[in-house]
C-alpha cells in the first residue's frame, strides 16, 4: 500500500518535472540576450572545461570558443583586429563586417554548442537573441604519407588520412567533376561523427545510393570511431566472416571505384575509407594491376588466387595426405618426408595446429610491437623457433616449409582484411583434415562455396562475376585483358551509364 | 490455367545456367560404375547403347519442353492437377515426389558406399550421411539461386577431371571393339535401358522450367547439356571398353574409378582417393536438385515450410541410409530404381505429352463452340 502510494507520487513528481521540462525547453534552447545569463549557460552546457575560452570586447561584445579547436591567427587577424576596429551593432551587420567563408547566424543555444564543438567561434552581442557563429576550426591532421598498409609499386604513393576534409578534397583532385556527389551525415549520438557518402551521379544505381543512404541513417550508435565498425554494420551479413565491403587506404583505388559505379563512404578520423558493392574476388585485385601491362597483370592474378588457394589447402591437404591417404604420394617422395617425421611424436594434425598456431603468434607479435622490434621478432621466430623446432623434433622441416608457404601466400591478398580470413579460415579446415582427410576437406570446401554463393554485398550477388555469369565481366576477373577490351564497366555495381571508353583503337595506323 | 507460379524476379534464372543444371543433374554416381551394366547386356558394343541412349534422352527432352511449352509458367505438378484434376494429379504428384525422394537416397547411399569402400572402410555411415545431409540442407534453405550456382561452380570446377582418362589410353588397345555390332539388337537396347540410371537428372526440367527468365533459349542450352553427358559418358565407355580386358568389366564395380587409378603424376598417386573425395562437389547439386524437386511438389499437397521440410525430409532419409548398408541391398535398389525410373522418365513423358495436347485440343474446340 504504502509503496503503491509512494510509487505514485514518484511519478507524479518526474510526470511534473518532465512538463515543466517541456514547456520550459524553447526557452532553455534559445538563446539568452544577456550577456552574463549567455555565458553562465554556455558554461553549464559545457561543464566549464578548462580550454574554453570567454573573451569580451567591449563594449558589448562577446567572444566563446574551445581554445584547442579554433586557428589562433584567424582569429586574430580577421576577427579581433576587425571587431576592435568596428564594433558593430548587430548580428547582421557583423556578419557583413567578418571576412570569414563560413558565418552563420543561429538563435539556438544546442546549434552554437555543437558548432563550438567543431571550432566555431560564438560571437554574442549583449542584448541580442542571436549569435554568430565563425567557422574558423584549425584541422590538426597527419600530412599526408603512402598507404602504409597497401603499399604498391608503380602507381601514386598518397594515401588517405584522418581528416575527413583532407580525403574529400583528395578525392576531389582525383575526379574533377560536378556529378561527384557527397552527401555527408552524422553518425554516434554522442561523438556526432561526419560521415560522408560519395558516389558518382550519373554512373552509380540510385536504387544502390538509396539503400546504402538507409542503411547508414538507421544506425543507431553511440559512437562511431573507425570505417572498419561502420563497415561491419552496414555489411549485407554482419556475421558472415568474409567482408562484404572493401576498406581501403589508397585515394586511387577509392576513386577507381567511385568511376566503375561503386559507391564510398568517408569517416572522419578513419583512415580507412569504405567502397561497395564488393564481390569476392575484387577483394584479390589490386589497383597496381591496372597500371601494368596486361600480360603482367593476368599474370600476378592468378599468381594472386593460386596463391590464396594454397594458403587455404596446403597444409589440409599435408595433414589429411600424412593421416589417412599415405597412398597419394609417390613413392620417391615418401621416403624423405616420412625421414623427416620420423622423429615428431606427434600426429600430423596437432603438429601442424602448432606450428600455424606459432607463425600466428609471430605475426600478431610483429603487428603489435614497434617497427624496429618488430623485424627482430621476425628473426627470433624465424631462425630460432624454426630450426630450433625442427632439431628438438617437435615438427618436420616439410612442414615448417608448407607452413611459410602457406604464410607467405597469404600476405598476397591486397586487402588486410580478407588476408585474414584467409588465415583464420585455415584452422578449421586443418582440423577437418586431421579428422577426415580428404573427405573432411571436400566438406569445408562444399560449405565454403555455399556460404559464399549465399552471400551479397549491397544486394549484388557476392561471386559474380562468375555466378551469376557475366561473361563479359570475366575479363577483368581472373585476368587483366587489354583495356580496349574492357571498354564497359563491371555490371555488378549496376552502373546507370556502363560505357567506360571507345572501344576504337586510339592508334589509326593499328587498325 | 491452374495454379500459375507466382515467381518474383529474384527467383529466376537465366536459360544459360540450364546447361549446368542438367548437366549436374545428370552426372552424379552412375558414372562411377555404369560400364558393368551395359556391358553385361551389349558387351562390347556397349558404346551404341550409351550412343542410343544419349539420343533418346534428347527426343524426350522435346517432349518434356513441349509439354511444359503449353504451360507457360507452371511446373509438373501443376500441369499434373491440369490435366487430371486434383485427385489423380495429385497422386501423381506424390509419385512423382516420392521418384525424386528416392533418386536422393540413391544418390546419396551409392556416394556414401564409395566412400566406405575406396577411402575410409571404417568411417561410420551415419557420419558420412550426417555430413553430407547438412551440407545439403545448408544450400537447400539458401534457396534456388545458390542451388543452381553449386550446379556451376560444380561443372566448373570438376571439369578438369575428364581430360585425366588420357592417361588409361596408355595400356589400352582399339582391336576390343572389333567386330562392330557383334551384339544383337535387343541385347544393345536392353544396355541402353540399363544406363537409366546413370543418365536420368534431366527430369529436373520438370519443375525448374518456370523459374527460366529467357524461355525461348530453353531449348538450345538443355541440349547442350544432354550433349555434353552424353559426350563424357561416350569417352568413358569408350575409354573402358578400350582399357579393360574382356570380361573385366563385368567384374569391375567401379570400372570409373579404377581408371581414376591409373592417373599419376610426379607428385601425386592413386588419383582416385582425390576424385573420389572430390565427387563430393558433383554429388551435392544433385542431392539439392533431388530435394528441391521433392519441396516444390511437397507444397503442392501441403503448406509446410522449407525448413520444416528440409528437416523431416533429412530425418527420413537419413534413418533410410543407415538402415540399409549391404552391397546386395544398395544394388537391389539402384536396379529396382533404374527400371521404375525408366517408365517415369523415359516413357511418361511422352504419354503426358499426349494427354496434354488432347486436353488442349478439347478445351479449345469446346471454347470455340460456345
Not at chain 1, 58 to 81: A, C, G, K, Q, S
Not at chain 1, 441 to 463: D, E, K, V
Request: with cysteine; aromatic share 12%.
Amino acid at each position: 500500500m504504502f509503496k503503491n502510494k509512494f510509487k505514485l507520487s514518484l511519478s507524479k513528481k518526474q510526470s511534473k518535472v518532465e512538463s515543466d521540462r517541456d514547456g520550459n525547453e524553447p526557452k532553455e534552447n534559445m538563446i539568452p540576450s544577456a550577456t552574463n545569463s549567455f555565458i553562465q549557460a554556455i558554461k553549464d552546457a559545457t561543464h566549464n572545461p578548462s580550454d574554453l575560452i570567454v573573451k569580451s570586447i567591449p563594449p558589448n561584445l562577446t567572444l566563446i570558443f574551445i581554445e584547442n579547436l579554433v586557428d589562433e591567427r584567424t582569429l586574430n587577424d580577421h576577427i579581433l583586429n576587425d571587431l576592435y576596429k568596428k564594433p558593430s551593432e548587430s548580428p547582421e551587420l557583423m556578419k557583413s563586417l567578418l571576412s570569414i567563408p563560413l558565418l552563420n547566424i543561429s538563435n539556438l543555444l544546442d546549434d552554437a554548442l555543437s558548432s563550438m564543438m567543431t571550432g566555431t567561434v560564438i560571437i554574442h552581442i549583449d542584448g541580442y537573441s542571436q549569435v554568430v557563429l565563425a567557422n574558423i576550426a584549425t584541422r590538426e591532421t597527419r600530412s599526408l604519407s603512402a598507404p602504409e598498409n597497401e603499399s604498391q609499386v608503380i602507381g601514386s604513393q598518397v594515401g588517405f588520412n584522418e581528416s575527413l576534409s583532407t580525403n574529400v578534397s583528395l578525392v576531389r583532385r582525383y575526379i574533377m567533376n560536378p556529378d561527384l556527389c557527397i552527401e555527408k551525415t552524422k553518425i554516434g549520438k554522442r561523438t556526432n561523427t561526419s560521415v560522408s557518402l560519395l558516389f558518382m551521379k550519373g554512373i552509380a544505381s540510385e536504387e544502390m545510393v538509396n539503400t546504402l543512404r538507409q542503411r547508414i541513417n538507421s544506425i543507431d550508435i553511440d559512437a562511431i570511431i573507425d570505417s572498419a565498425a561502420l563497415a561491419e554494420m552496414i555489411d549485407d551479413n554482419s556475421l558472415s566472416i568474409f567482408p562484404q565491403m572493401l576498406l581501403t587506404e589508397r585515394t586511387d583505388k577509392f576513386c577507381d571505384g567511385l568511376m566503375n559505379g561503386k559507391l564510398g563512404v568517408l569517416v572522419d578520423g578513419s583512415s580507412m575509407a569504405i567502397i561497395c558493392p564488393q564481390s569476392f574476388i575484387e577483394f584479390f585485385q589490386s589497383r597496381e594491376d591496372q597500371n601494368l601491362r596486361w600480360q603482367i597483370a593476368s599474370f600476378l592474378r592468378i599468381l594472386r588466387f593460386s596463391a590464396i588457394f594454397l594458403s587455404v589447402y596446403l597444409t589440409p591437404l599435408y595433414v589429411a595426405a600424412l593421416t589417412f591417404h599415405y597412398e597419394v604420394i609417390p613413392q620417391a617422395f615418401l621416403v624423405p618426408l616420412s625421414e623427416s617425421r620420423a622423429l615428431v611424436p606427434f600426429p600430423p594434425v596437432f603438429e601442424a595446429l602448432l606450428l600455424e598456431f606459432i607463425i600466428e603468434l609471430l605475426r600478431e607479435a610483429g603487428a603489435r610491437l614497434p617497427t624496429k622490434i618488430g623485424q627482430t621478432i621476425g628473426i627470433v621466430g624465424g631462425i630460432v623457433i624454426g630450426t630450433a623446432a625442427v632439431q628438438a623434433g617437435i615438427t618436420s622441416n616439410i612442414l615448417i616449409i608448407i607452413i611459410a608457404l602457406s604464410a607467405l601466400a597469404s600476405f598476397t591478398s591486397p586487402s588486410y582484411m580478407m588476408g585474414n580470413v584467409i588465415r583464420i579460415i585455415r584452422f578449421p579446415i586443418i582440423i577437418l583434415a586431421g579428422f577426415w582427410g580428404f573427405y573432411g576437406i571436400m566438406l569445408a570446401f562444399c560449405f565454403i562455396l555455399i556460404h559464399l554463393l549465399r552471400q551479397s554485398s549491397l544486394g549484388t550477388p557476392y561471386t559474380a562475376p562468375f555466378y551469376p555469369p557475366r561473361l563479359k565481366d570475366w575479363r577483368d576477373s581472373i585476368i587483366r585483358a587489354p583495356f580496349s577490351y574492357t571498354s564497359k564497366r563491371p555490371t555488378s555495381s549496376r552502373p546507370v551509364d556502363d560505357e567506360k571508353s571507345n572501344p576504337e583503337p586510339v592508334n589509326p595506323e593499328k587498325s | 490455367m491452374k495454379n500459375p507460379l507466382q515467381l518474383s524476379p529474384k527467383d529466376t534464372i537465366n536459360a544459360f545456367l540450364l546447361f549446368f543444371v542438367i548437366h549436374s543433374s545428370q552426372v552424379g554416381v552412375g558414372i562411377h560404375g555404369f560400364q558393368r551394366f551395359v556391358y553385361h547386356d551389349a558387351k562390347h558394343d556397349a558404346w551404341i547403347s550409351v550412343l542410343l541412349i544419349g539420343i533418346v534422352s534428347h527426343i524426350i527432352v522435346i517432349f518434356m519442353i513441349k509439354t511444359l511449352e503449353m504451360y507457360d509458367s507452371n511446373d509438373l505438378y501443376g500441369i499434373h492437377q491440369d490435366v487430371f484434376g486434383k485427385w489423380i494429379g495429385n497422386f501423381l504428384n506424390g509419385i512423382y515426389i516420392l521418384y525424386c525422394s528416392t533418386a536422393f537416397f540413391a544418390v546419396l547411399r551409392n556416394y556414401m558406399e564409395v566412400i566406405n569402400a575406396w577411402v575410409f572402410p571404417n568411417l561410420n555411415p551415419w557420419f558420412l550421411s550426417a555430413t553430407l545431409l547438412l551440407i545439403v540442407m545448408y544450400a537447400f534453405l539458401s534457396g534456388l539461386r545458390v542451388i543452381v550456382g553449386i550446379a556451376f561452380f560444380s561443372v566448373v570446377f570438376s571439369f578438369w577431371l575428364y581430360p585425366l582418362l588420357i592417361f588409361p589410353l596408355e595400356f589400352s588397345s582399339s582391336s576390343s571393339f572389333y567386330p562392330i555390332l557383334e551384339s544383337d539388337i535387343i541385347s544393345i537396347l536392353k544396355g541402353a535401358q540399363s544406363m537409366t540410371f546413370t543418365i536420368i537428372g534431366f527430369e529436373i526440367l520438370n519443375v525448374i522450367y518456370p523459374f527460366v527468365k529467357d524461355k525461348e533459349n530453353v531449348k538450345k542450352h538443355v541440349h547442350l547439356g544432354l550433349l555434353a553427358t552424353t559426350v563424357i559418358y561416350l569417352a568413358i565407355i569408350l575409354v573402358s571398353l578400350a582399357y579393360y580386358s574382356e570380361g573385366e568389366l563385368a567384374r569391375t564395380i567401379w570400372a570409373t574409378l579404377t581408371l581414376f587409378s591409373i592417373v599419376r603424376f610426379p607428385f601425386i598417386e592413386r588419383f582416385e582417393f582425390i576424385a573420389i573425395n572430390f565427387w563430393m562437389l558433383i554429388i551435392i547439386p544433385n542431392l539439392c536438385l533431388y530435394i528441391w524437386a521433392a519441396y516444390r511438389g511437397t507444397i503442392r499437397l501441403v503448406k509446410i515450410s522449407a525448413k520444416k521440410f528440409v528437416w523431416i525430409f533429412s530425418i527420413i532419409i537419413f534413418i533410410f541410409t543407415i538402415v540399409i548398408q549391404t552391397r546386395t541391398q544398395i544394388n537391389m535398389i539402384n536396379t529396382q530404381f533404374g527400371k521404375v525410373a525408366f517408365y517415369i522418365v523415359f516413357v511418361y513423358p511422352i504419354f503426358l505429352y499426349v494427354v496434354a495436347a488432347l486436353k488442349k485440343k478439347l478445351t479449345s474446340q469446346k471454347e470455340q463452340k460456345e
